[in-house]
């Protein structure tokens, strides 16, 4: 998994020191965006699937008995699972193949309907330059091509009939993962030979560039520019945003970054092969601010905001909690081979697949009420401060309306260039909105859009709404009711949070990859405050029947049309009762933890 500061490059960011200079926004040619609004997440087209990273071949330590673990991966109702097949496992010298503890993890989940994604590496020490790697265990050098790719080629042939997809190496982007460091020309390398060597054995197979932080771009837009991307199939990606929730950790952010990669380079299925969250102190927050009750809810809000943005498959990290290390759905208990100890969220898990299976989206339905702050029909009032990276004009291309907001920006070094735009006076955030959007036509960048507001202590915290992203008109918005880190306080003075009344002060433009350098034009239209209760439902169906998944982070009273007599309220743990209804009414109180309720439209 990626380091906190890797994770958080889009969510949350590093401070930046302003000093107030003054300027009016300057006017510069651009690009004309095309006229129609498209959207940059697309809304999922198949029923939802929702898989596990499993780890049996590789931390259950007894190849005779791992029906134990498989059985309750199939109660999870999972059928999917993220195998890792360790080359020092399979073959621990180079005149030696040992499939003892592969063919048993396999049988076992394959023998229960499971479809098996079998990951490919790391290294093992003997076919790493590293003098100091233990000869037949693991090692995270970077391995000798030719030795790797005749182990792929080895494992593949044993498993092709049984094993399709493929993904090669586990975030080759990170330090740890890919030593000594993270090597785009060398990993591209690989991945192209190892992917033909893999088709060779078997042209059926499905392959999948080892999960990336879709956060930070870089390394991804290296490995294509290196001619790597049409050798992979499938996207991989790791979008760890723990321990903030999925909301607040603004997750689909995600999606939108890497999508825009795909519409330079070639568009390509995403799947999510790792995301979770810790349950107490872990490697990305020694303070352990995530408890179980947390875990279990985030993990079914997490994998349908996922599934929502169009994400084909999402992988939970992980089945079983790793000492100093509680990811897992079953706590660690007295070791390895201890599966008595189920958290909540193996419930929680349980009950989002047992609903969720064969269902089909319908409609995200919005229970709030957007505000237009500022709908860019002029620019006057915005100044320019502090860095002179760019310029902010007024163009006839607009998402609504006649006209929007140009901004041009050039970053001209590798270091943290930005661009901030000041309103001159600030605009007030009547009431106590949740969140704040903008409608965006990106460059294909993933340059964060961010926003500054002002509160009732004068403090000026800062959020972001996403990475501009590609193309196409499409709205970003971030929740601003929680606690910002140090990093996001632009002028202290306060808790960290919004206190209302407040007002929007800036917009600014961070360039995240701090190696950009480069310009771009992108255009903001109907800058919006986002009103009502923070309330989500996501509307789907089976066989005639419509089923809601409802949840509110602060809680909240929510009513629902419906034409049934009665309707069924299942929640988090499975537990089920009837709900009455009062004139074609649902009523009912929503928390952060996600309830499911079916009933006829």
Do not use: C
């Not at 945003?241 to 890497?258: C, Q, R, S």
């Not at 969220?345 to 409609?363: G, I, K, P, W």
């Amino acid at each position: 998994m990626k380091q906190e500061a890797m994770r958080h490059l889009l969510t949350r960011t590093i401070p930046i020191l302003l000093a107030l200079l003054a300027l009016t926004a300057a006017t510069a040619p651009g690009a004309t965006p095309r006229a129609a609004p498209v959207a940059p997440l697309k809304p999922p087209t198949s029923p939802p699937v929702f898989g596990l990273n499993s780890h049996l071949a590789t931390r259950y330590p007894d190849p005779s008995s791992m029906d134990v673990p498989a059985a309750l991966v199939s109660e999870l109702g999972v059928t999917w699972v993220r195998e890792d097949l360790h080359w020092h496992r399979v073959q621990p010298r180079p005149d030696v193949w040992d499939w003892t503890f592969t063919d048993a993890a396999l049988r076992a989940l394959l023998s229960r309907g499971i479809n098996v994604l079998g990951v490919l590496g790391p290294s093992v020490g003997w076919a790493t330059p590293y003098r100091n790697d233990i000869p037949n265990d693991v090692s995270y050098y970077a391995p000798d091509p030719d030795a790797f790719v005749n182990y792929a080629r080895g494992v593949v042939t044993r498993y092709r009939r049984y094993v399709k997809h493929w993904e090669i190496w586990n975030e080759p982007d990170h330090a740890i993962f890919w030593r000594p460091a993270p090597d785009a020309a060398a990993y591209a390398s690989l991945l192209n030979r190892t992917a033909a060597a893999i088709r060779e054995v078997d042209p059926e197979a499905t392959i999948l560039i080892g999960g990336v932080n879709p956060f930070d771009t870089t390394f991804l837009r290296a490995v294509a520019e290196h001619g790597a991307w049409n050798s992979f199939d499938i996207l991989a990606i790791h979008p760890y945003v723990n321990p903030y929730a999925p909301e607040n950790g603004n997750l689909t952010a995600a999606v939108i970054g890497v999508r825009a990669l795909g519409q330079q380079f070639g568009e390509k299925p995403i799947w999510v092969t790792e995301v979770g969250w810790a349950s107490g102190p872990s490697d990305r927050d020694s303070a352990g601010r995530a408890d179980e009750q947390s875990q279990a809810n985030h993990l079914p809000r997490a994998m349908l905001m996922l599934w929502e943005a169009g994400v084909e498959r999402v992988f939970w990290y992980t089945f079983k909690d790793d000492p100093g290390n509680p990811y897992g759905l079953i706590r660690l208990g007295r070791g390895r081979t201890d599966y008595s100890a189920r958290k909540p969220a193996f419930e929680s898990f349980r009950t989002l697949n047992q609903h969720l299976a064969d269902t089909t989206y319908v409609e995200r339905r919005d229970l709030f009420e957007q505000r237009v702050l500022v709908d860019f029909e002029n620019v006057q009032g915005w100044r320019r401060v502090s860095q002179p990276n760019g310029a902010l004009r007024l163009s006839n291309d607009a998402y609504r309306g006649s006209s929007s907001a140009e901004l041009n920006y050039t970053f001209s070094t590798r270091q943290n260039d930005y661009v901030a735009f000041e309103r001159e006076p600030p605009l007030p955030l009547e009431g106590e909105p949740y969140a704040i959007g903008a409608w965006v036509y990106g460059d294909g960048s993933t340059h964060g859009l961010k926003v500054w507001i002002r509160d009732a202590e004068g403090e000026v915290l800062q959020f972001v709404l996403g990475p501009v992203g590609a193309a196409s008109w499409h709205f970003l918005q971030t929740p601003i009711g929680g606690e910002v880190e140090p990093g996001n306080v632009i002028v202290p003075g306060g808790n960290r949070r919004v206190d209302f009344p407040a007002a929007l002060q800036a917009i600014v433009l961070d360039d995240i990859v701090d190696s950009f350098v480069g310009g771009g034009t992108i255009w903001i239209d109907d800058l919006s405050a986002i009103h009502g209760h923070e309330i989500y439902d996501l509307r789907l169906e089976r066989n005639g029947d419509a089923l809601d998944v409802l949840w509110s982070p602060p809680g909240a009273r929510v009513t629902l049309a419906t034409r049934s007599e009665e309707a069924r309220l299942i929640l988090r743990d499975g537990a089920e009762r009837s709900l009455p209804v009062e004139n074609g009414r649902l009523r009912l109180t929503v928390g952060p933890e996600p309830i499911y309720v079916w009933h006829r439209r």
